[in-house]
């Protein structure tokens, strides 16, 4: 028996196996290495000491997914496979459609066929769109701002489109506010090919002298400093979310969403500063205009999570920093 996580080599993907490895699961991964890379795989294994069945195929074939199935007796899915970018999803957005939503019709295909009903989906807190209010609750009203999220939200309704089909199906929806950090290691952490988007990616940049500065998207917003606040969750907490996820649709059948984040909201320039003071360096930024599309506030009520799953994030700002900058310390 075997939970089958798709998009295991990626950020929060690879985080999620090892601590599903660490909390005596086994497991199954499936990764084609779009936005990820084979390291992560040898990785997870040599971080835990644990072995499991890896298969680089594209979650969009269903042969493959159908040939995993056969090989292997998988009791619960972790879906994570999916391209993430914003940005990308508006240059490219069929491509975004065409691989978010085959690769998830592909595996809830097959899924049926075997008769795994049990399903934990990487949704976002981007379904709330430009949230009306904050702290945001999973009753909130959803909405698409752009492609990606679009996709997200499509993906949501079909699962519980297909709760509401059949009753046996056990379904967690878990919206991630802002992942950041590393595993305590040193050994994984978030390495996006090509340019990163987010901010931690960027200020670790900026750093590390990659970068000669960071752009700080707006200083005029009605937050106390003026720039966006957002809920940054350390990796690994939102990982151990995935592991509770996977015990609770275990237990019950349903299809409801959870909101995975700390619930406290830091601005840009908190982040900023709290990167310098823990670690110790500067980072050179700028003030630019406002990102098209950026909320001014977005963070959770993960009440509901800490309710029904007993999951609650830990990890404070500053280990969230400190284990970001050691990754890439480590592997400069
Ligand atoms: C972004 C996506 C969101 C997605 C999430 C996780 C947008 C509009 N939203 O969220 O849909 O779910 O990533 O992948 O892209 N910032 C800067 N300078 C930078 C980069 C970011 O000031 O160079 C600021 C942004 O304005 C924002 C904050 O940092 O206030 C966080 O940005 P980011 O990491 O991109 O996450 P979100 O915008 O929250």
Request: aromatic content about 10%; charged content about 20%; some cysteine.
């Amino acid at each position: 028996m075997a939970v089958l996580v798709t998009g295991g080599a990626g950020y929060i993907g690879s985080h999620t196996c090892i601590e599903l490895l660490n909390a005596g699961e086994d497991i199954v991964v499936i990764d084609n290495f779009y936005n990820s890379k084979p390291r992560a795989i040898e990785l997870i294994k040599e971080i835990t000491g644990r072995d499991f069945a890896f298969y680089e195929n594209d979650c969009c074939d269903e042969s493959a997914l159908d040939r995993i199935f056969a090989e292997n007796f998988i009791t619960e899915v972790i879906h994570f496979a999916g391209y993430k970018a914003v940005g990308e999803s508006c240059l490219k957005p069929v491509m975004y459609y065409e691989n978010n939503l085959q690769s998830t019709i592909s595996l809830l295909k097959v899924m049926q066929k075997y008769g795994c009903k049990k399903l934990v989906f990487s949704s976002s807190a981007t379904v709330y769109g430009i949230p009306a209010k904050v702290p945001v609750t999973e009753k909130m009203k959803l909405s698409a701002i752009n492609p990606y999220g679009s996709t997200k939200l499509i993906i949501e309704n079909m699962c519980r489109e297909l709760y509401a089909s059949d009753k046996e199906w056990s379904i967690a929806l878990l919206r991630y506010f802002n992942p950041i950090g590393a595993h305590e290691s040193g050994k994984i952490g978030e390495d996006p090919n090509g340019i990163p988007n987010n901010l931690m990616p960027l200020i670790l940049r900026a750093a590390s002298g990659k970068m000669a500065t960071l752009s700080v998207f707006g200083n005029d917003y009605p937050t106390p400093d003026g720039t966006c606040v957002r809920d940054y969750i350390h990796v690994v907490d939102l990982a151990l979310g995935h592991v509770a996820a996977i015990k609770s649709v275990r237990k019950e059948t349903g299809c409801p969403a959870y909101n995975l984040g700390t619930g406290k909201g830091y601005s840009v320039l908190e982040i900023i500063n709290a990167f310098e003071k823990v670690n110790g360096v500067k980072i050179p930024y700028v003030i630019a205009a406002r990102r098209p599309g950026d909320a001014a506030e977005c963070y959770s009520n993960p009440d509901l999570a800490k309710k029904k799953l007993g999951w609650t994030a830990e990890r404070g700002i500053e280990q969230m920093c400190r284990d970001s900058w050691n990754y890439i310390k480590n592997n400069a």
